[in-house]
């Protein structure tokens, strides 16, 4: 036992006091060893906000260049991304074609998806494994409640089929606790971003003003 210093004289610390300190210190280890394990930060929240501010502002940008049109409204033929509305696993798609309003492919990851790697450019490898954010294919910029994007990680009564999910306002849509813990980030068609928990998102899809809302989900 190691001896304390009491009233002028050494006293030694008993079994019990010494289970007790090693016990603190334990739970103290514990703590500490679940900071630093814990993914996501308030940096990096406001890094996700960023990120979906300037995936609103490139399709407002695109829509005021393309009759007000957003890309998934637009051929490919004139630099849209309409063809690929029906095309399997397409969501990186309707980023693609929003290259020159979105500078780098770096913006579409969200810093706590650890399944997802930044694209160095737009066009060799990139793919719907460079991009952590659904694209509201049934969004517009005239509709300013409609889902433009989000963090990719729902959960929902209805199937996922081919990389898409369509959702009407009756439907049950939430957030898994994956990353952002039951929480998740919302880009609107008026280009504003919304953290919102799953009962957020319910009211958000009720409110979208759009009778099926079709989620590309990368």
């Known amino acids: 036992m ?3 210093l009491t009233n002028g004289r050494f006293k030694a610390l008993t079994l019990i006091e010494v289970i007790v300190v090693i016990a603190v210190i334990v739970v103290l280890i514990g703590v500490v060893l679940s900071w630093l394990a814990k993914p996501h930060t308030p940096g990096q929240h406001v890094h996700c906000v960023n990120n979906l501010r300037q995936v609103g502002l490139a399709a407002r940008i695109f829509a005021e260049d393309n009759g007000d049109k ?3 409204q637009v051929s490919t033929n004139v630099g849209g991304s309409r063809e690929y509305l ?3 696993n ?6 693609q074609v929003m290259s020159n309003e979105l500078s780098t492919p770096k913006i579409l990851v969200c810093p706590e998806d650890r399944k997802r790697d930044w694209a160095t450019n737009w066009v060799v490898g990139f793919d719907n494994r460079n991009v952590s954010y659904f694209v509201g294919v049934s969004a517009s910029e005239a509709n300013t409640n ?3 994007s989000g963090d990719r990680y729902l959960t929902s009564g209805r199937q996922l089929t081919n990389g898409f999910l369509e959702l009407t306002p009756k439907d049950t849509v939430g957030w898994t606790k994956r990353y952002h813990d039951y929480h998740g980030y919302v880009a609107f068609g008026d280009g504003s971003v919304q953290q919102l928990d799953s009962a957020g998102l319910q009211k958000a899809l009720r409110n979208s003003g759009v009778a099926t809302n079709r989620l590309a989900i990368p």
Request: aromatic share 16%; no cysteine.
């Open 2 to 4: 190691n001896p304390v």
């Open 70 to 72: 957003s890309p998934w």
């Open 86 to 88: 029906d095309v399997p």
């Open 90 to 95: 397409s969501a990186f798609r309707h980023f």
């Open 146 to 148: 409609s889902i433009l």
